[in-house]
């Protein structure tokens, strides 16, 4: 009995101090910890590196982006983040990889006209919109390592003006934006704009599909064979007003419209659910789709956005981003250069 009593107060010394011990220490700051999280996140994204000090290295980054995920999700917000696949890079190497809009207008092709919803009335526009539920939109796809972003955003809202038009839906190819598209401004994987997309895909009298001119993730030599295999086209492009969410939620009410945003930003990088609000930048350097628009549960008004990161990105490869903010440019600069083709 009494040895018996000596080994369970013994077991209960062992415990407290063990948890006393865990409780001292900040499991973030764990090197230990924080090294199996890497091995762990290493395994899920299949990321090998090439030598023990470039792991090392990147373990560093790893680290100090958990923490800052960490320290946000912490917090009280709408939205919550995720150390996703961009999270052994640091920010200024996200930028230099991803960075695929380019915002010059100076020697741009681009000859947008006017803005066909001028004179839509807000108050007849529907409360909510998912372009996903009438069918305009083709599963998200992953750009890759290519910068090519621009390509992305110009299929996705052409694929939805071809859907809203014909009643079509067809996937359509960014490959040939990369290998094609390249006689003046837009430079494939080093990146474009979306409006001079549009002027080339109306020039070039519409686009081949995605399945006959598949994605290589690298700039090419343009097929010209392919290129002339038209599957849908375009007649123009409008821009909508800038920094005017109202007169964006007239496009978005009638199609999907490519815009840009601060795709570089850590709130927008390591985004995993609910609506994104507070403190993104402006600064524009990622071009993606706006698919609709709603209402969260909790009142939160929001814009549905595609984004081209693959599906495990965000919620399934989509994005919230809060609508009708203070801020003219809109969450991430959302509202400053919203444009969309015509059909
Ligand atoms: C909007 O209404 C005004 C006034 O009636 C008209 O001049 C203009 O052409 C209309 N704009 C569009 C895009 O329909």
């Given at each position: 009995m009494a040895s018996y009593s000596m080994g369970f107060l013994f077991a209960l010394v062992v415990c407290t101090f063990a948890l006393g011990a865990l409780g001292a220490r900040d499991l973030a700051d764990d090197d230990w910890l924080i090294a199996a999280r890497h091995e762990q996140w290493m395994a899920r994204y299949g990321r090998v590196y090439s030598d023990v000090a470039e792991k090392a290295r990147r373990l560093e980054v790893?680290?100090?982006?958990?923490?800052?995920?960490?320290?946000v999700n912490a917090g009280n917000h709408k939205f919550w983040l995720e150390a996703n696949q961009f999270a052994d890079i640091t920010k200024d190497e996200f930028r230099a990889m991803h960075k695929g809009y380019k915002m010059q207008v100076i020697g741009s092709k681009a000859r947008a006209t006017g803005f066909r919803y001028a004179n839509v009335s807000i108050d007849d526009l529907p409360a909510s919109v998912d372009w996903r539920a009438n069918g305009a939109v083709t599963p998200v796809k992953d750009q890759g390592q290519c910068g090519c972003c621009w390509a992305f955003s110009t299929v996705a809202s052409m694929e939805g003006i071809v859907k809203v038009s014909t009643g079509k839906l067809i996937s359509l190819s960014e490959q040939e934006l990369v290998d094609c598209d390249v006689g003046?401004?837009?430079k494939g994987c080093g990146g474009g704009l979306m409006d001079n997309a549009f002027e080339f895909i109306v020039n070039n009298g519409g686009l081949d599909t995605e399945a006959d001119y598949p994605y290589t993730?690298?700039?090419g030599t343009c097929n010209s064979n392919k290129e002339s295999n038209i599957a849908a086209s375009i007649k123009g492009y409008e821009d909508v007003p800038a920094n005017d969410e109202a007169s964006l939620q007239k496009a978005v009410a009638a199609q999907p419209v490519s815009i840009a945003v601060d795709g570089g930003d850590d709130l927008f990088r390591f985004?995993?659910?609910?609506?994104?609000t507070g403190a993104c930048g402006t600064e524009l350097d990622h071009g993606v789709a706006a698919v609709g628009y709603g209402v969260a549960g909790d009142g939160t008004k929001y814009w549905l956005v595609k984004n081209s990161w693959g599906t495990s990105w965000g919620e399934d490869g989509f994005i919230r981003l809060e609508r009708d903010v203070a801020d003219e440019a809109g969450m991430c600069g959302l509202a400053m250069k919203p444009s969309y083709p015509t059909a």
């Open positions: 790893f680290k100090a982006n958990v923490g800052f995920i960490e320290s003046m401004q837009n993730g690298a700039d985004y995993k659910g609910g609506v994104l």
